[in-house]
């Protein structure tokens, strides 16, 4: 059974970073893709990144490029999205999710039987 566990949400001031982490289980991390998520309030949800289960490098959207990144630990099985230079409008409910439809090098998108993590809150706020 596929199950991703997110954690590293919180609380952090505008300039500042955060790690998120989600951990799989049911399957490696090398094997599937796997994208970040986030709904802010009032918002639809938007894609940030992906990591490809065939290609080295992850995408990214341009309103996070250069500012997040996305990295896999095959021994830990996780999956991380490093999140830095945080401005308050970077404030939502994220998740990782696997497999995706497809992660390319030009986008990525949901698949309808998509596993999800939690969500956890990351406020930017001071």
């Known amino acids: 059974q596929v199950q991703l566990v997110e954690s590293g949400g919180g609380l952090v001031q505008p300039g500042g970073s955060l790690r998120l982490s989600c951990a799989a289980s049911?399957?490696?991390?090398?094997?599937?893709?796997i994208g970040w998520f986030r709904q802010a309030p009032g918002k639809e949800r938007e894609g940030g990144s992906c990591i490809s289960s065939t290609r080295r490098s992850p995408f990214y959207v341009d309103s996070v490029k250069g500012r997040f990144t996305t990295s896999r630990d095959s021994t830990k099985n996780i999956v991380y999205l490093q999140m830095n230079s945080l401005p308050p409008e970077d404030t939502a409910v994220y998740y990782c999710a696997t497999p995706l439809s497809y992660c390319t090098a030009s986008g990525f998108t949901p698949g309808s039987g998509d596993s999800w993590g939690q969500g956890p809150q990351v406020t930017v706020s001071s």
């Open positions: 049911g399957f490696n991390v090398t094997d599937y893709d």
